[in-house]
Nanobody, 126 residues
Framework: QVQLIESGGGSVQAGGSLRLSCADSLRTFTNSATGWFRQAPGKERDFVAAINWRSGTLYYADSVKGRFTISRDNAAATLYLNMNNLKPEDTAVYYC???????????????????WGQGTQVTVSS
């Protein structure tokens, strides 16, 4: 069973930076869709960023374009989310997710992903 283990959350002031990591216990990232989602209290889980496993194309939510960068180290089986110029509205629990190997998915839809991390809290104060 794939396990996604997240780390790197925390509390920062507006304008600060954080780097989230997501380690894949079974090293399936190379051939799986991978992405980050976030969920604020009382809200739905929203798409943040993803990597197309076939082409390597990067996808971003409009709200994070130019500030967040998703990347993947296949050798280390780790997914990253570098977050710069953080804003209070970025406050949420962040989740990494992966699809089944060799499956094409709609990267923006959380129900398309099969494996999920436990979530890590990011809090941005003004």
């Amino acid at each position: 069973q794939v396990q996604l283990i997240e780390s790197g959350g925390g509390s920062v002031q507006a304008g600060g930076s954080l780097r989230l990591s997501c380690a894949d216990s079974l090293r399936t990232f190379t051939n799986s869709a991978t992405g980050w989602f976030r969920q604020a209290p009382g809200k739905e889980r929203d798409f943040v960023a993803a990597i197309n496993w076939r082409s390597g194309t990067l996808y971003y939510a409009d709200s994070v374009k130019g500030r967040f960068t998703i990347s993947r180290d296949n050798a280390a089986a780790t997914l990253y989310l570098n977050m710069n110029n953080l804003k209070p509205e970025d406050t949420a629990v962040y989740y990494c997710a992966a699809g089944r190997r060799f499956h094409d998915i709609n990267y923006y839809t959380p129900t398309e992903y099969y494996y999920w991390g436990q979530g890590t809290q990011v809090t941005v104060s003004s």
